[in-house]
């Protein structure tokens, strides 16, 4: 059974950088995708980063684009999200999330992801 634990939210001021953690338990396999996903208040849960083990593939939304980097660490199987200019808008709680292998499908669709992470919260004043 995978197991995600993600770590690293706080509260930031607007331009500043957060790094978050997704520390992976059980076998993820290399033909799974990973990403991070973030909900805010009232909001459906969206995709803001997403790889592919494999080659390390990666894909971002145009909101977060240039700004978030997302980053799969094989040897630990933790994976990370550098995110740098931080916006108010960019508050929220951040979910870490795994694919089954043979994914198919809109990465950055919650809706395919099999295993999910508690979250960490994420606020950025103004």
């Known amino acids: 059974q995978v197991q995600l634990v993600e770590s690293g939210g706080g509260s930031v001021q607007a331009g500043g950088s957060l790094r978050l953690s997704c520390a992976a338990s059980?076998?993820?396999?290399?033909?799974?995708?990973m990403g991070w996903f973030r909900q805010a208040p009232g909001k459906e849960r969206e995709g803001v980063a997403a790889?592919?083990?494999?080659?390390?593939?990666?894909w971002y939304p145009g909101s977060v684009k240039g700004r978030f980097i997302i980053a799969h660490d094989n040897a630990t199987n933790t994976l990370y999200l550098q995110m740098n200019g931080l916006k108010p808008e960019d508050s929220g709680m951040y979910y870490c999330?795994?694919?089954?292998?043979?994914?198919?499908?809109?990465?950055?669709?919650?809706?395919?992801?099999?295993?999910w992470g508690q979250g960490t919260q994420v606020t950025v004043s103004s």
């Open positions: 999330a795994a694919t089954k292998p043979g994914f198919g499908g809109r990465i950055l669709s919650p809706d395919l992801y099999d295993y």
């Open positions: 059980g076998y993820i396999d290399s033909d799974s995708f």
């Open positions: 790889i592919f083990i494999y080659d390390g593939s990666t």
